[in-house]
């Protein structure tokens, strides 16, 4: 079995005044794709941000490749290995696309080139000149996800990466999701849509007011579907 | 040669010339102005005397230690640049979170002791620097003294250096983002702060090598920096701060404007700025190349 | 309750005694920048806006005073109200103008306009330019009854002009439309959705504030008979703000307090030339980076603190 990559115990988060996470806790192994599921509201989010340190104030533990990470800035964190898709995808619109693409510096040996990434998204290479905010809510996931890639980073964190698509494009960006697992990304997911998510992962952590309460392994969805439904209010 | 609505060709191109030189300086600080905004969301008031101190240290260098003006050129920026970057870690860095009024507050006392403090030492007159290329040349309708012309084109070449800078660099594609999402950035790995630190020193060596400039043209006294930084202001709001092309177009621009109404119509010469940036906030509040955020 | 009614009936004591311990014309040159102070405040803190270029309300109006006066040799009721409508006017017009951006553009247009009517006033013949408005005739008030060339009558006149123009901020921060105001400072976009025009509040606010520095200006001008330059300069513009920054911005009394502060203090360093300036730049970083909320500000959250415990 593979070691664990990322542990996360007793992990509290706040936005200014507001107490968001109440103890998470959960763990990843190297290589897996593992899932936050659960309502809007339930923390998915904020548990993202708190792993990558953008938050405000958080206290507890996260462990990234046995070395602390809680009390550390969000550059440091990124230089660990870890890289953030936001839900927002960020794209800037002030940089056209291969800049978007070649902005986040590699922080680590072991990331794509700019050509494998253009490989995979060859939509993006006819589209590179283009100002980066002018492309569809598709490309601009796609261009949100390829950007760091080519960082070296072994964790990827990819925030609802689905929202908002088309079914051809959620098909496309699941194949894309596979293939980064097979070449040994690790990857922890937020997702809604867990029709989407059981295709792809490994594992699913169910949160519910800032906690974890449930896990459910990939094999188990469809016994659990009934279960599944009533967490995420479906 | 010919009159132009009675002006003579010499009166009317010297005043170009002038207009053209002003508009250099104004392009060159309202720039270093707008990339400090774009980055820190600081208005640096400041930048009048860091002006100033570019043009002092030029004239302290060139008295103390006999360094030529092409030396000063780069030494000067480079070391008022460097005091640029004490005040950012000291004491802007504590006041990010806070109201931007409160940056305009902080640059404005330091202006204020700063050019206090000059004035102090060494009084409000000023003090000549020689000219480094004298003579020039006689174009027929106007005589063009060559350190003049040097001026325009060195500002030319320092703002489009700028421009290239930021726009078509690695380094300012970092910028760029970072004006834009600095959270996002830092979280990819860069770091903001000192990224942010580093503008600041560069907006404020921009706006000291504008200094070193105008030494041998201006005489150097502690308040060369006061009323100028004030028309500095109106050509940022006219200008509107969105666009880097904008800011240099738009000092250029208002220098010529100035230089014109000195021509035909001088006693709106002190106040045609200001008159522009009022018809420019009825027609457009934004600014002439400004986006409204 | 009754501490604040003890600590008014102490300060109105001192205020009516006051002539005879200090220097009346220190006391009203310190009065009228008071008010100065507070109109200011009245923009910024229950507006939200910052003008960096107040002078221009409180340096014309002077010069208005000074004009009507010895000029036009009217009464000085008429030089008043000549200097509140004037400063007044220059409000109405560069406020339309300026309320159209918000925050630092804001201020920095104001400044740019009070650097246009310096020019303006540099020019302009009935100013005198760089000599300013001299020997302004004190006469007498409400057709000869107060003789206002008495110093410590003359206190008495501008102490009651101060109180008035107190009393207006007091009155329309508490009043229905200073809560308009409250609300627009706080969150614009929710103000204009519930229907109210937010610029027309906003204008109105910055020609009230206009008019009280203009009364303001005006008073200086009686009291020390001349109008110059420098009332209208970007130094008077950044010497008002602070004043309020070290009363205490947004609190009604702080403005008094920092007015009086920095008018003793420059009293004190007017030896030392432009060493003064370089205190005030200092004052200004200390307080921003230490003391935001000014002496009253820095007390009122001291005493909170003590009430806690």
Not at chain 1, 81 to 95: M, Q, T, V
Not at chain 2, 233 to 249: Q, R, T, Y
Not at chain 3, 87 to 104: D, E, M, S
Not at chain 3, 126 to 147: M, S, V
Request: aromatic share 10%; net charge positive.
């Amino acid at each position: 079995m593979a070691e664990t990559l990322l542990k996360v115990a007793g992990l509290e988060a706040w936005y200014g005044e507001s107490h968001i996470l109440h103890g998470v806790d959960f763990e990843i192994r190297r290589g897996e794709l593992v899932t936050l599921l659960g309502r809007n509201g339930a923390g998915k989010t904020t548990t993202l941000r708190s792993i990558m340190g953008i938050l405000g104030k958080r206290t507890g533990s996260i462990t990234f490749d046995g070395r602390e990470t809680i009390g550390l800035p969000s550059d440091h964190i990124a230089r660990l290995g870890i890289a953030y898709c936001p839900e927002e995808r960020g794209i800037f619109s002030s940089l056209n696309v291969d800049e978007n693409l070649r902005l986040p510096p590699v922080v680590k040996p072991g990331g794509l080139s700019i050509e494998e990434i253009y490989k995979l998204f060859p939509n993006l290479l006819e589209r590179r000149t283009s100002q980066g905010t002018k492309l569809s809510g598709g490309e601009q996931q796609m261009l949100a996800i390829g950007r760091i890639l080519r960082t070296g980073a072994t964790l990827l964190l990819l925030d609802e990466p689905t929202e908002g698509l088309a079914p051809v494009i959620v098909q496309r960006i699941g194949e894309i999701i596979r293939q980064l697992k097979s070449r040994g990304f690790t990857i922890l997911l937020v997702e809604q849509n867990f029709h989407f998510a059981a295709t792809v992962a490994d594992r699913h952590y169910v949160m519910e007011d800032g906690r974890v309460i449930d896990t459910v392994a990939s094999g188990d969805v469809q016994q659990s579907i009934g279960k599944l439904q009533t967490y995420l209010g479906v | 040669m010919f009159e132009l609505l009675g002006i003579p060709p010499q009166a009317l191109f010297g005043q170009l010339l002038l207009g053209l030189i002003n508009g250099a300086f104004y392009a060159m600080l309202s720039l270093g102005l707008a990339v400090i905004f774009g980055m820190l969301n600081v208005i640096n008031f400041t930048h009048g005397a860091q002006y100033m101190m570019g043009a002092f240290a030029a004239w302290l260098l060139l008295g103390l230690l006999d360094v030529p003006f092409w030396v000063s050129l780069v030494v000067a920026p480079v070391i008022v640049g460097l005091f640029g970057i004490v005040i950012e870690k000291l004491m802007l860095k504590r006041i990010y979170h806070l109201d931007h009024l409160y940056g305009f507050l902080l640059t404005f006392g330091l202006a204020l002791v700063i050019e206090g403090l000059f004035q102090w030492k060494w009084g409000s007159s000023g003090a000549p620097y020689p000219n480094p290329i004298p003579g020039g040349f006689n174009l027929g309708f106007m005589f063009l003294p060559t350190y003049r012309a040097f001026v325009v084109v060195a500002a030319l070449v320092i703002c489009l250096a700028t421009w290239y800078g930021i726009e078509r660099t690695k380094l300012g594609a970092y910028l760029r983002a970072a004006t834009e999402n600095p959270t996002l950035v830092r979280a990819f790995g860069i770091n903001v702060p000192r990224l942010i630190t580093l503008t600041y020193g560069l907006g404020v060596a921009l706006a000291a090598l504008a200094g070193v400039l105008a030494a041998p043209i201006q005489q150097v006294s502690a308040l060369m920096g006061v009323n100028l930084v004030l028309v500095v202001f109106a050509v940022v709001v006219i200008g509107g701060m969105g666009s880097i092309m904008g800011s240099i177009v738009t000092g250029f621009g208002l220098g010529l404007v100035e230089g014109l109404t000195k021509v035909f119509y001088p006693p709106a010469s002190n106040t045609v700025i200001f008159v522009v940036m009022a018809l420019v906030l009825l027609v457009k509040p934004a600014g002439l190349f400004g986006q409204t955020k | 309750m009754n501490a604040q009614r003890l600590l008014v009936a102490v300060l109105a004591a001192l205020a009516l005694a006051a002539p005879w311990f200090a220097y009346p014309v220190f006391l009203m040159t310190a009065l009228c920048f008071a008010l100065f102070a507070c109109a200011f405040n009245l923009l910024l803190g229950y507006v939200g806006l910052m003008s960096f270029g107040h002078a221009m309300f409180f340096g014309t109006a002077g010069y208005f005073f000074g004009h009507v006066v010895k000029a036009w040799d009217l009464p000085p009721e008429l030089g008043l109200l000549a200097g509140v409508g004037g400063a007044a006017l220059v409000g109405l017009v560069t406020g339309a103008l300026a309320i159209r951006r918000q925050g630092i553009y804001f201020a920095m247009i104001t400044l740019a306009f009070a650097q246009m009517v310096f020019f303006l006033c540099v020019q302009a013949p009935f100013t005198h330019g760089e000599d300013g408005l001299q020997g302004i005739p004190r006469k007498a008030l409400l057709g000869g009854l107060i003789p206002t060339k008495d110093d410590r009558v003359l206190y008495y006149v501008v102490l009651a002009i101060f109180v008035f123009g107190y009393c207006a901020i007091y009155r329309i921060i508490h009043s229905p439309f200073g809560q308009v105001l409250k609300a627009i400072r706080d969150n614009e976009q929710r103000a204009q959705s519930l229907g109210y025009e937010a610029d027309r509040y906003k204008l109105l606010a910055f020609v009230l504030s206009a008019a009280l520095a203009g009364l303001a200006g005006a008073t200086k001008a009686m009291v020390l008979q001349f109008a110059t330059l420098t009332d209208v300069s970007a130094a008077m513009s950044g010497e008002v703000v602070l004043m309020a920054l070290v009363g205490g911005l947004g609190t009604i009394v702080g403005p008094v307090v920092g007015a009086f502060i920095i008018i003793t203090m420059q009293n004190y360093l007017a030896a030392t030339g432009e060493f003064v300036l370089v205190i005030q730049g200092a004052i200004f970083v200390v307080i921003v980076l230490a003391f935001r909320k000014g002496v009253v500000g820095e007390l009122a959250e001291w005493w909170k603190r003590r009430q806690a415990r």
